[in-house]
């Protein structure tokens, strides 16, 4: 069974870091693209960022660039998110999805997502 | 930058009844590329329905089925179940679409 687990969220103040974590299970996690997407309070999806296979390519939102960075470590099955200088506009939901193979960005499975709180 | 705008912001129907939403780009897109989630709640993770703007998911029932080409994408639950009453979002990449609420009328 295909399992994705987000860790590290939390309450942090305006201008601090935190580092997401999510860990993957029941499937050949270096196979796969994977993503962030966020949701704030009340308000739709947002994709964050997204990393190739071997993670020699990746891609961040604007809003995000400089500021956030995502990684993976294909021999641990885990993503990593690093939030630096974080606002109180990032607070949201965090979500790591597994892309379907393709090239769409399309994402079959999600974890239950992480919760990060900018106040 | 493409745009998806969703609508409408809120469909009220009964169950059995037919549910039509639509996705519109601002620009045309590859069919490829746009897929249809389902979100229950606020916070938790939403399901894949349909990618490719027609190819149903792993376990999808046949009830929820894709359409469209171009700029004019749409989604339709053929008979409600009371747990399809949930916010659906359709996406093309990094783009989501503002999401339509299907509610119990």
């Known amino acids: 069974e295909v399992q994705l687990v987000e860790s590290g969220g939390g309450l942090v103040q305006p201008g601090g870091s935190l580092r997401l974590s999510c860990t993957a299970s029941?499937?050949?996690?270096?196979?796969?693209?994977m993503s962030w997407v966020r949701q704030a309070p009340g308000k739709g999806l947002e994709w964050v960022a997204n990393?190739?296979?071997?993670?020699?390519?990746?891609y961040h939102l604007d809003s995000v660039k400089g500021r956030f960075t995502i990684s993976r470590d294909n021999a641990e099955k885990s993503l990593f998110l690093q939030m630096n200088s974080l606002r109180a506009e990032d607070t949201a939901v965090y979500f790591c999805?597994?892309?379907?193979?393709?090239?769409?960005?399309?994402?079959?499975?999600w974890g239950q997502g992480i919760l990060v709180t900018v106040s | 930058e493409i745009v998806l705008t969703q609508s409408p912001g809120t469909l009220s129907l009964s169950p059995g009844e037919r549910a039509t939403l639509s996705c519109r780009a601002s620009?045309?897109?590859?069919?490829?590329?746009l897929a249809w989630y389902q979100q229950k709640k606020p916070g938790q993770a939403p399901r894949l329905l349909i990618?490719?703007?027609?190819n149903r998911a792993t376990g999808i029932p046949d009830r929820f089925s894709g359409s469209g080409s171009g700029t004019d994408f749409t989604l339709t639950i053929s008979r409600l179940e009371p747990e399809d009453f949930a916010v659906y979002y359709c996406?093309?990449?990094?783009?989501f679409g503002g999401g339509t609420k299907v509610e119990m009328k």
């Open positions: 999805a597994r892309e379907i193979p393709g090239g769409a960005c399309h994402y079959d499975y």
């Open positions: 029941g499937f050949t996690f270096s196979d796969y693209w």
């Open positions: 990393i190739k296979e071997d993670g020699s390519v990746r």
């Open positions: 620009q045309s897109i590859s069919s490829s590329y």
């Open positions: 990618h490719g703007a027609s």
């Open positions: 996406q093309q990449y990094g783009t």
